[in-house]
């Protein structure tokens, strides 16, 4: 055991949506299901879900998956509220995490084997992916930062610790478009659907 963790942060409202977009239809599955199958292919050795809106529906869909969950009461406070509750939930044997947005079901886990095997050689508390010169997810946290992103203003975002801490961030290039893509519209998701029929 490596101590290799997930967060899959699904506790949002989807408003832009219209409706819950973790339980969009995706490539034979729901979308968050996407997102845990692929987390789970990886070298990742467990995933928490966390959750917020929705809480019920999503329950009944994780438990056919290998990961669990918990409830982020402060979800309407927006997504840096579910870091912190995703990171308060952590299985003390956790030393590092990767932080995933449940509707990101396109990285891939050769992207997220990528981002440990670099942590794991440069010794860089904070990996984060990049395609075409543009950061995406997911981000890689090493364990020691929690006290640090319990202390994030809600405002600033996960995106501001790594520019706390620049001299510990490690950039890896990918060739994987999907850390940059997420479905905030159903026009987007529909255009997803329809090139990969």
């Given at each position: ?115 440990i ?6 010794g ?25 992103i ?46 990969t029929?």
């Amino acid at each position: 055991m490596d101590g290799i963790g997930a967060i899959i942060l699904a506790a949002g409202e989807s408003k832009r949506m219209g409706f819950p977009k973790m339980l969009l239809p995706f490539h034979g599955a729901t979308m968050i299901e996407n997102v845990i199958a692929n987390v789970s292919e990886s070298l990742v050795e467990s995933a928490l879900v966390v959750l917020g809106a929705e809480k019920d529906k999503l329950i009944e869909v994780i438990k056919k998956t290998t990961a669990t969950w918990c409830y982020n009461y402060n979800y309407k406070e927006g997504m840096l509220s579910s870091v912190k509750c995703g990171f308060q939930n952590l299985s003390l044997d956790i030393k590092v995490v990767l932080v995933f947005q449940g509707d990101q079901p396109l990285i891939t886990s050769d992207v997220i084997n990528s981002l440990i095997e670099s942590y794991k050689s440069s010794g860089k508390g904070i990996v984060i992916p990049v395609y075409n010169g543009k950061r995406g997810h997911p981000l890689l946290i090493d364990r020691k930062y929690s006290n640090d992103i319990e202390k994030l203003d809600t405002r600033d975002g996960l995106r501001s610790l790594a520019y706390k801490f620049s001299e510990d961030v490690l950039v890896v290039e990918t060739e994987c478009p999907g850390i940059l893509r997420d479905f905030d519209t159903y026009k987007e998701y529909i255009n997803e659907i329809n090139q990969t029929e």
